[in-house]
């Protein structure tokens, strides 16, 4: 069974900077992508930035030269490096990551960013 486990959420101060991770374990298959998503309060879970296995990165707009998103595919892990970080980056963070068996989620983690 394939399990996510997330890290590195917490509480910073505007332009400070937060480091997301997240492991997998429980397949041998390879995820073809690698994402991480967010959901604010009263909001709709969106997409923040996402990773292929050949390395192809996207990211939605309002983060942009601000994160980073990286992965490891010998480990199975995939981070999240969340630089300048602005008060409307407050959100629950998870992580997404699919393969040939399906679509699998984290557990979120909660990122609050005070001004």
């Known amino acids: 069974q394939v399990q996510l486990v997330e890290s590195g959420g917490g509480l910073v101060q505007a332009g400070g900077s937060l480091r997301l991770s997240c492991a997998a374990s429980g397949t041998t298959h390879r995820f073809f992508v690698m994402g991480w998503y967010r959901q604010a309060p009263g909001k709709q879970r969106e997409l923040v930035a996402s990773?292929?296995?050949?390395?192809?990165?996207n990211y939605v707009n309002s983060v942009k030269d601000r994160f980073t998103i990286s992965r490891d595919n010998a480990k199975n892990t995939c981070d999240l490096q969340m630089n300048s970080l602005k008060p409307e980056d407050t959100a629950v963070y998870y992580c997404?990551?699919?393969?040939?068996?399906?679509?699998?989620w984290g557990q979120g983690t909660q990122v609050t960013v005070s001004s």
């Open positions: 990773i292929s296995s050949g390395g192809a990165t």
């Open positions: 997404n990551f699919r393969n040939v068996s399906g679509d699998f």
